[in-house]
């Protein structure tokens, strides 16, 4: 099926499922063992279904499905790498098939987000090429009538060893499609990189062709046959609800075919309370929407000003105990050195370049089906059922590639409104946020304040830690983003330690922002302990070095991975070096979602305008699959960091107060650096590298920024402290 | 709703559009040529980039209707094969994250290269900076343009 744009819609009625075996993950791992006909196209085609990952044609061409959704962490191009290297097929033959939202989880997790991926896909995807592998292996020996083991798989061939003959695999489908499914127990998976071929190499996205030619590809492209445009008007102020609208005056405007008030609940991430506009193009259904005039009802009027007065007051209490470790105060009567800072870094939108939207289509069989670019279809299907009451196995979700995720659209909002819209205005309809929605009603990544207090011995070692940590709540629990585990280190490396924690009431809507927490408070960990380092004397790479070498319990991350990518990051900046006049070098590490990552940052400073111009970036994240997506990550991690130490989101009377690129800005391209990326792949499991590398990059620039001005940055954004970009 | 004929990539298009669209919907909307982007709707992001008589143009802030008898070239219409040299080279060095601003980006290069066959860091700084990327490809489009530069010089290149 194509949509009247050409988009091509997954098929949804792919039936050719025989046999169940167990993947690791638990998904199950249905097909083998029968073929699948097509007769929608003239030619008779026949496809050999391996599994839920890999058909193969009797034409030779060998199709991929990538489960997971793109929005541009490159997984449809990763994923795929996977199974092609252990299916032993060469990747010019390979064509990469988006899979649609299963209606089971055949799958397994099909999500984007937490640098999840890769590690939950891992074996999944070894196995199904492995077996497959394996199943065709086993077809060519079996019509050789020789052992199995006397034969191996290269480039899509079957080959028995002694003799050097050769079989394609296209020749050996209908006897494959006969034969049992291997145990999976019995699977010599590839893990290591020296076994590798395809993985680790620089391979381009599969979507590059559509990408450059300006194919249709994003949710946004969708066209459907009679297809209208909606916008959904919700209350500037979080949570409010429409008492009334100027409707009738609304639906006499040009271009609108229909406007309502939808009552919505409380939830933000449900269907909040809101006027729906619904037109013959976005733009005629916009300007419509301005002139909707609502009565609104609110209940509160937040704003960051109030946030920053609660912060200063709750500094001065003790807050709630988290952790305590050895005896704190002893340690700081004893210690012959104490540092102090507070650090603060302010609330910030997602700003995803292509903004919201979803579109949707009621058929008249009673499926309702979407094209969604979510990176949770799962979450935001059990969403519109439970709105709508139409049962899941009803709901059918297209994974649409995403104008990037960052979190945002782990936040299924936008898919429960234009599933609402369309029931009502039973046509297909595609909803479209503006920017300034987009700005204004975002999951936020939330404040923080940090209190610090570091006590350090005669040699400049850290012996006591007292963090005292003010974040947003609701309720007296912390709201998304602004918790911070107990065991956060420097828990287990310093031996009296102590976490402290208060919290400030919000109605702001608040969710995952790349690398979620860490992001934020990594900026004031790694400043601190620059701060610290220098008070002590002592060079900063030394002062973490030490920090990284020895534990008090458990050891809270691997301290041999993380002292590594610090002495790489360190060896390729040249760590120690003059690096001029006006120049300064900074240098961070941190741990989290599973990858190791330390940056050592050069800046160039003209007055308090400063210029980023190298990122040196070292990275232990396990193998990699796809060297060209993982320097990609590393890239723009950094970018994205440094354009975030420049943005700030303020609230006022309950409301977001910027609204659009023009108020709030991200780094443009002369203000980026270069960024030079280096990789210890390691024996561990690959693991994602979406947010690994952000959380270091904006304090080994802040922290750079001091080497060459001697200002310390303590807040977000720079120009609080003086500083420019 | 005033009638108008738009050239677009080398194809004559008669559409009704209100008189105050921007050239972005009526590409969008009445013309389903989806690959002109939606960003910010006010000149800032260079997402809805087009080139009109070869000049990068936001199509955001351009009425369609003061458009009539230009060249309007879209992504779609650059080389609908992808071999013009800048999307050779965008390829080549494996620019796109997402993907969503780089219809934009690659016309804006295209308009530059045009203009200056062998721009130096400076004048691309000053090219590519009216465009924002939220992935962070800045240091890949770099290499790109320069790649392409080459490429454009050499047709017979080989990437």
């Known amino acids: 099926m194509k949509t009247s744009n050409g988009h091509d819609v997954p098929n949804m009625d792919r039936r050719a499922f025989l046999k169940v075996t167990m993947l690791a993950s638990g998904a199950l791992m249905i097909g083998v063992g029968c073929k699948e006909t097509s007769t929608d196209v003239e030619v008779v085609q026949e496809t050999w279904i391996a599994n839920l990952y890999v058909r193969i044609d009797t ?96 480039s899509g061939t079957v080959v028995h060893k002694p003799t050097g003959k050769s079989k394609p695999y296209a020749s050996l489908l209908n006897t494959a499609a006969t034969l ?25 996205g599969v979507d590059n062709p559509k990408i450059l030619t300006g194919q249709p590809l994003f949710g946004s492209d969708i066209r459907l046959e009679g297809m209208l445009y909606a916008m959904y008007q919700k209350c500037p102020v979080f949570g409010g609800s429409a008492r009334s609208a100027n409707l009738e005056y609304v639906r006499t405007l040009p271009g609108v075919t229909h406007a ?37 009802e609110t209940t509160h009027a937040d704003s960051s000003e109030d946030y920053a007065r609660q912060a200063e007051a709750l500094a001065a209490g003790p807050g709630e105990n988290l952790r305590t470790d050895g005896d ?28 919201m939207n979803c579109t949707a289509l009621l058929h008249e069989s009673g499926t309702l ?31 649409m590639r995403m104008g990037t995720a960052f979190g945002r659209r782990s936040r299924t909002d936008f898919m429960t409104e234009v ?178 990552v330390s940056h050592v940052a050069q800046v160039l400073a003209e007055g308090n305008s400063i210029r980023v111009e190298k990122v040196f970036s070292a990275v232990d994240t396990g193998p990699i699959l796809n060297m060209s997506g993982a320097r990609h990550q590393v890239e723009g991690a950094v970018i994205d960091a440094l354009s975030a130490a420049q943005q700030e989101m303020t609230f006022k009377n309950g409301s977001a107060q910027k609204r659009n690129f023009s108020n709030y800005r991200l780094l443009r391209f002369n203000q980026a650096p270069d960024v030079k990326v280096h990789f210890i792949q390691s024996d561990n499991p690959p693991t994602g590298l979406g947010e690994p590398p952000f959380a270091p990059a904006g304090p080994a620039i802040a922290n750079a920024i001091f080497a060459a001005t001697g200002i310390r940055i303590r807040e977000l954004p720079f120009k609080r402290s003086g500083i420019t970009v | 709703m005033p009638q108008i004929t738009l050239k677009i990539n080398d194809t004559d ?25 939606y960003g910010c709707g006010i000149g800032q992001c260079g997402t809805c980039t087009v080139l009109v008589d070869g000049q990068p143009v936001k199509s955001c802030r351009s009425k369609a209707v003061n458009l009539a008898g230009k060249e309007i070239t879209t992504i779609e219409g650059l080389s609908p094969d992808g071999s013009h040299p800048v999307q050779r080279a965008w390829n080549h ?42 992935c962070g490809t800045y240091v890949r489009i770099r290499k790109a343009v320069k790649l392409a530069a080459e490429l454009a010089a050499d047709k017979g290149g080989a990437v």
Request: charged share 25%; hydrophobic share 40%.
């Open chain 1, 59 to 154: 034409d030779g061409k060998v199709t991929i499905i990538s489960k997971n959704p793109d929005g541009g962490q490159g997984v449809k191009t990763a994923f795929p790498m996977v199974v092609a290297e252990c299916l032993e097929v060469d990747w010019k033959d390979v064509q990469v098939e988006q899979a649609a939202l299963a209606v089971d989880d055949r799958y397994g997790r099909q999500a984007l987000g937490g640098s999840r991926g890769t590690p939950d896909g891992w074996d999944d995807l070894r196995i199904a090429g492995t077996a497959a592998k394996d199943l065709l292996i086993a077809a060519a020996a079996s019509e050789w009538a020789v052992p199995a083991t006397e034969c191996f798989a290269e």
């Open chain 1, 180 to 204: 049992p499914v291997p145990d999976v127990s019995t699977l010599k998976l590839k893990s290591r990189p020296e076994e590798f071929k395809l993985l680790g190499t620089f391979v381009r």
């Open chain 1, 260 to 296: 309502f008030i939808v009552p919505g609940g409380k939830e933000y991430n449900g269907l909040q309370p809101g006027v729906a506009v619904v037109g013959t193009s976005f733009w005629e259904v916009n300007e419509a929407r301005k002139q909707l005039q609502v009565d609104w």
């Open chain 1, 328 to 355: 704190i105060d002893a340690a700081f009567a004893s210690a012959s050195r104490v540092v102090e800072a507070s650090y603060h870094y302010p609330f910030i939108a997602h700003a995803n370049m292509e903004p």
């Open chain 1, 369 to 399: 089906e979407l094209w969604a670019p979510t990176q949770n279809g799962k979450a935001g299907r059990e969403k519109i059922s439970a709105t709508l009451g139409i049962s899941e196995n009803r709901i059918h979700v297209n994974q």
């Open chain 1, 419 to 596: 599933a609402w819209i369309a029931r009502e205005v039973k046509q297909p309809v595609q909803l479209v946020w503006s920017r300034e929605e987009d700005m204004t009603h975002d999951f936020y990544r939330p404040a923080g304040w940090h209190h610090f207090k570091a006590g350090l011995d005669d040699l400049g070692r850290m012996t006591a830690f007292d963090h005292h940590f003010i974040t947003m709540g609701k309720n007296g629990e912390t709201v998304y983003g602004a918790n911070l585990s107990e065991n956060h280190y420097p828990a287990g490396l310093v031996p009296n330690f102590r976490l402290r924690q208060s919290i400030i009431e919000t109605n702001v809507p608040t969710g995952p922002w790349r690398s979620p927490g860490h992001s934020a408070y990594c900026f004031a960990y790694q400043g601190f302990f620059d701060e610290v380092a220098l008070a002590a004397g002592r060079d900063p790479l030394k002062f973490r070095l030490d920090l990284l070498s020895k534990s008090y319990g458990k050891p809270p991350i691997d301290l041999k991975r993380a002292r590594d990518t610090l002495r790489l990051a360190a060896v390729k900046a040249g760590w120690g070096r003059d690096p001029g006049p006006n120049r300064g070098l900074g240098i961070a590490f941190h741990y989290d979602h599973g990858g190791y």
């Open chain 2, 13 to 37: 298009y008669r559409l009704d559009v209100p008189s105050d669209m921007p050239l972005l919907w009526a590409l969008r909307d009445k013309l389903n040529l989806t690959g002109t982007k």
């Open chain 2, 93 to 134: 060095v494996d620019v796109p994250q997402c993907g969503y601003c780089q219809g934009g980006q690659i016309l804006v290069a295209t308009a530059l290269l045009e203009q200056n066959p062998k721009p130096d860091d400076a004048a691309i700084d000053e090219a590519m900076s009216d465009n924002l990327c939220r």
